[in-house]
């Protein structure tokens, strides 16, 4: 596997409060992304990073935003969380953009 | 919306059948990548095609592009234990993006 790592695993968190997700490689990727996974849909794409403190929306940003200050390090923050954002959030990487992509373990979040 | 489509959404196989899971978009495809989630995990890139037409083939499984570079199919022959999971499908529709199909879920029974 990849050297992806994601933190916390697991959070429970109560709605209205602000959420940072963190992931950070090992392998000196140029791209990283953010997606959420819900039963029936997918995986679907919240932000992307093209480089260092480039970043662009997915097709569900509202609500989150993203920073990336050094190639390893990717964050998503929910700035005041709501029960519709419990999800499963992965993290993946690549070197070619929009070609193969490694995925991190994923972050289970619960938003009470 | 979900540009990628897959069907079917669920999939219960015999142990030792094939079966066959398609990808479909409305839209012209510069790539198709199929990627695997075994329960509780990950999704781990299996395969990237690129050309029209395009077929490949890991042991069981057989990767096909269409034509019109609009649709795709994964075909996977003696179905085994270790083939469930769900499979998903994605295509770059433009840009550094994926679009990701929803998923087939495949289950064995022995």
């Known amino acids: 596997d990849a050297g992806i790592t994601q933190s916390p695993r697991h959070k429970v968190t109560e709605t209205g409060t602000p959420v940072t997700l963190r992931c950070h490689q090992t392998?000196?990727?140029?791209?990283m992304y953010w997606y959420r996974q819900d039963p029936g849909h997918g995986l679907r794409l919240i932000h992307y990073s093209y480089g260092v403190k480039d970043t662009d929306k997915g097709e569900v940003s509202d609500g989150y935003s993203v920073s990336r200050s050094k190639t390893e390090d990717f964050l998503l923050t929910l700035e005041s969380a709501t029960s519709s954002q419990t999800s499963v959030y992965f993290c993946?990487?690549?070197?070619?953009?929009?070609?193969?992509?490694?995925f991190g373990p994923g972050t289970r979040l619960t938003v009470t | 919306g979900q540009q990628v489509m897959q069907i079917p959404q669920y999939q219960h196989v015999q142990e030792g059948e094939d079966f066959t899971t398609y990808c479909n978009s409305s839209?012209?495809?510069?790539?198709i990548q199929w990627y695997k989630q075994r329960p509780g995990g990950h999704p781990v890139f299996l395969i990237q095609l690129v050309k029209s037409g395009e077929v490949k083939k890991q042991k069981r499984l057989t990767f096909q592009f269409g034509e019109a570079k609009k649709n795709s199919s994964l075909h996977i022959t003696a179905t085994q234990t270790t083939d469930v999971g769900t499979y998903f499908c994605a295509g770059r529709v433009r840009d550094y993006k994926l679009s990701f199909g929803a998923g087939t879920t495949v289950t064995v029974r022995a």
């Open positions: 839209t012209t495809l510069s790539n």
């Open positions: 392998e000196n990727h140029r791209y």
């Open positions: 993946a990487i690549s070197d070619q953009g929009a070609y193969e992509q490694y």
